[in-house]
């Protein structure tokens, strides 16, 4: 199940999936699927809710 992460001033939404991946939807038609280090560099003070989203899936 995948588990989102809220992060003020990006358009689109982000998961976390079970694999471990981020997966950001920007409008419901463009998906793109980040590793989490890519996430964190593209949204650095999301890090702490990408990191706790990962932890979840442990």
């Known amino acids: ?3 989102p992460i809220t992060i003020a001033g990006i ?3 982000l998961e ?3 694999d471990g ?3 950001y939807t920007k409008s419901g038609l463009q998906t793109e ?3 989490p280090e890519q996430a964190i ?3 650095p003070r999301a890090e702490s809710q990408i990191r706790q989203a990962l932890g ?3």
């Open 33 to 35: 699927v980040l590793k």
């Open 21 to 23: 991946e981020l997966v």
């Open 56 to 58: 979840t899936l442990e």
């Open 1 to 3: 199940m995948a588990k």
């Open 11 to 13: 358009d689109g939404t």
């Open 16 to 18: 976390v999936n079970e």
């Open 41 to 43: 560099e593209r949204w």
